[in-house]
T-cell receptor, first 110, second 111 residues
Framework: EDKVVQSPLSLVVHEGDTVTLNCSYE??????LLWYKQEKKAPTFLFML????IEKKSGRLSSILDKKELFSILNITATQTGDSAIYLC??????????FGGGTRLMVKP | DAGITQSPRHKVTETGTPVTLRCHQT?????MYWYRQDPGHGLRLIHY???????DKGEVSDGYSVSRSKTEDFLLTLESATSSQTSVYFC??????????FGAGTRLSVL
């Protein structure tokens, strides 16, 4: 059975702080790892990672995958209140299905 | 959630009644998925479809059925709703089976 574990469960920081969110996984026939951001409604896609060691970056957000140690991290620098959300990690197997972790709830205080 | 419409957005029903949720897409994507999201469990796959009339079960399929008679529509049916099916239901679509894009969700309460 595929498994995705995210840590920490929740995090409270102040604006300007840097945060690191963790995602570890066990999956047969790994195809890719995806990060999503969920505010009040639908999860929105952030990154898809398929290769180890190659950083994906979008503004203040970046992510990297380690396929040997089976984990990924999502970094957010210079956090803003608008970064407050649940961040979801998911792993795609060869069967075109995603297995999601439980999410990390991030709160950024002014 | 552009290109994906879920209806209804909110529904309150009684135990034992049938309920159908609809997901409509305008992107012509091959894959469609139904998830439920509950506190402490994250997003869990109920059923998915890889083409018209082609569907398969996900992790939590008991008590649910689906149908896909057209590329653009994927219906989720609760034949006899139970209180344990109170949840937020998300539809997702994917062109090649990797990146999934989500609808705005349907909040279902079963009393």
């Amino acid at each position: 059975e595929d498994k995705v574990v995210q840590s920490p469960l929740s995090l409270v920081v102040h604006e300007g702080d840097t945060v690191t969110l963790n995602c570890s996984y066990e999956v047969t026939n790994f195809r890719s790892l995806l990060w999503y951001k969920q505010e009040k409604k639908a999860p929105t896609f952030l990154f898809m990672l398929t290769s180890s060691g190659i950083e994906k970056k979008s503004g203040r957000l970046s992510s990297i995958l380690d396929k040997k140690e089976l984990f990924s991290i999502l970094n957010i620098t210079a956090t803003q209140t608008g970064d407050s959300a649940i961040y979801l990690c998911a792993v795609n197997n060869a069967g075109n299905m995603l297995t999601f972790g439980g999410g990390t709830r991030l709160m950024v205080k002014p | 959630d552009a290109g994906i419409t879920q209806s209804p957005r909110h529904k309150v029903t009684e135990t034992g009644t049938p309920v159908t949720l609809r997901c409509h897409q305008t992107e012509n994507h091959r894959y469609m998925y139904w998830y439920r999201q509950d506190p402490g469990h994250g997003l869990r796959l109920i059923h998915y479809s890889y083409g018209v009339k082609d569907t398969d079960k996900g992790e939590v399929s008991d008590g649910y059925s689906v149908s896909r008679s057209k590329t653009e529509d994927f219906l989720l049916t609760l034949e006899s709703a139970t209180s344990s099916q109170t949840s937020v239901y998300f539809c997702a679509i994917s062109e090649e089976g990797s990146i999934q894009y989500f609808g705005a969700g349907t909040r279902l309460s079963v009393l």
